[in-house]
């Protein structure tokens, strides 16, 4: 069955710091996709960054990367520079199946607090 | 509005009331998810629907639980006779799959709090 893990209740970090967020996933299809999204205390899910199993490359997006290990299952999200608007709940997300419409399966989150 | 709407924001309901909870999803959006969070259980999904095609209901939690998609737009969901364990953020999104891409964003709305008396 497929699943994810992030083990990590809650972070703390300064600003400017940078900041490593865990997520490890189970599937056992050799196509995936997985997905971080942001949701601060407005409730709305924010996406973030996208990694595709077949991607030869850590996917990047301004401050957010992420650090793809496949053979680990690993999916961890790097905040670089963090700043005080991250202060955040964050979560990690795998398609429930392969076609890309397929809705999709959460960890319980990590809540990042930014202190200044 | 350019995302995905949902009302109400909030609704409090007494124990065994009917709610129908309505989601507004992007224009052009062929896929439309719900979801709910709540705290002991995290996110989960609850049903999901593309285009013409029969909806996947797979993560409905029981036959209290239903949803329709009118004109492939919006979405209703309805919680027959609430029960205090229905209190929770029930969130929507939509996408727009686009066959071999695989990366298809899901764009949410910012949810209804549902609290059930």
């Known amino acids: 069955a497929q699943k994810i893990t992030q083990t990590q209740p809650g972070m703390f970090v300064q600003e400017k710091e940078a900041v490593t967020l865990d997520c490890t996933y189970d599937?056992?299809?050799?196509?995936?996709?997985l997905f971080w999204y942001k949701q601060p205390s407005s409730g709305e899910m924010i996406f973030l960054i996208y990694?595709?199993?077949?991607?030869?490359q850590n996917a990047t997006e301004g401050r957010y990367s992420l650090n793809f290990q496949k053979a680990r299952k690993s999916a961890n999200l790097v905040i670089s520079a963090s700043q005080l608007g991250d202060s955040a709940m964050y979560f990690c997300?795998?398609?429930?199946?392969?076609?890309?419409?397929?809705?999709?399966?959460f960890g319980k989150g990590t809540t990042l607090s930014v202190s200044s | 509005g350019a995302g995905v709407s949902q009302s109400p924001s909030n609704k409090v309901t007494e124990k065994g009331k009917d709610v129908e909870l309505r989601c507004d999803p992007i224009s052009g959006h062929t896929a439309l998810y719900w979801y709910r969070q709540s705290l002991g259980q995290g996110l989960e999904f609850l049903i999901y629907f593309q285009g013409n095609s029969a909806p996947d209901k797979s993560g409905l939690p029981s036959d209290r639980f239903s949803a329709e998609r009118t004109g492939g737009s919006v979405s209703t969901l309805t919680i027959q006779r609430t029960q205090q364990e229905d209190s929770a953020v029930y969130l929507c999104?939509?996408?727009?799959?686009?066959?071999?891409?695989?990366?298809?964003?899901?764009?949410f709305g910012a949810g209804t709090r549902l609290s059930v008396l």
């Open positions: 997300a795998m398609r429930r199946g392969r076609q890309a419409g397929t809705a999709l399966i």
């Open positions: 990694q595709g199993s077949y991607d030869q």
């Open positions: 599937t056992s299809d050799p196509s995936y996709g």
């Open positions: 999104a939509s996408s727009s799959p686009t066959q071999g891409e695989a990366k298809n964003i899901q764009y």
